[in-house]
């Protein structure tokens, strides 16, 4: 069976930078720079460029990094793959995230009993709890214990952080130092336009969550502030778990990515005040819809 096209949302961004930058085979790409220069941590940009290397697009040097293999022009899109997010959630995934919501598992929990209870061997159970811990909501404990990290709690705390996207988020467009950046705008709108097209239907609840939130991270991080930017990926880590819950109405997605696509509109129209102003009130709204599903 042929692999499907790379479709990390990361590695698109990475994708994006070099040919924006018009980079040549050969030139090296650091992760901690490409990290600082899309406003990310470091583990996503690495994570990405191994599968990047993987494909063919990087080369891996020992004690050296990462260097560009193909011209930009050589590398296929992976925006352009139709199956990028179609793939059922992992199972051991999706079992853990529904544990965390029912409160059937316990906050603290040790690898063994993790094994027993999912029936587990170490390395794939690992696997899991390494990508989890990626995502911010899951510890290491010393020796071989394990905190999830469940975020908001109440129905107040949640709307709250709703408040707050909403007032930081508004005002993040209107600062003197917003600047659109244009291969960050092209992703945005492809992953809004996928959700359309039939994405909000097949998509694990983990790759909505992904291109959402970095849908609003991606707008003030053009704000070049990075207090605005580091609060809101704090905030969005917090509500992760609660966000997955408020999935399983799946109805209004479409008007949601519909109303990010009218946001990028009208940025690039110039109109920033009615960006702003329209992007705070969907905030709220989706505050309004979601908080008594998630945390009532």
Known sequence: MARPNLSVPTASRI??????????????????????ALRLSRAPVSAALKRMAEEGIVRLEPNRGYFLAKAPDEIA?????????????????????????????????SENEL?????????????????????????????????????LRSRAAYEDAYQFRASVESQALLLPSFAIDRPAFAEARAGQEEILAGGFERMGRARLFELNSRFHEMLVGCAGNSFFTDALVRVNRLRRLLEYRATVDRSRLPLQSKEHLLILDMIEAGELARASAFLKAHILGASAIKSPIVAG
């Open 15 to 36: 994708i994006a930078h070099i040919r924006d930058r018009g980079l040549a085979p050969g030139e090296h790409l650091p992760a901690q720079g490409l990290a600082d």
């Open 77 to 109: 899109s992976p925006l352009a793959d139709p199956a990028a997010g179609a793939e059922p959630e992992d199972e051991v995934y999706a079992r853990i995230v529904d544990d965390c919501l029912s409160g059937r598992l316990p906050e603290r929990v």
């Open 115 to 151: 094994m027993r209870l999912y029936g587990l061997a170490r390395t794939r159970l690992l696997k899991t709890l390494n990508r989890i811990q990626s995502e911010g909501w899951a510890d290491r404990r010393p020796g071989n214990g394990w905190e999830f990290l469940t975020g």
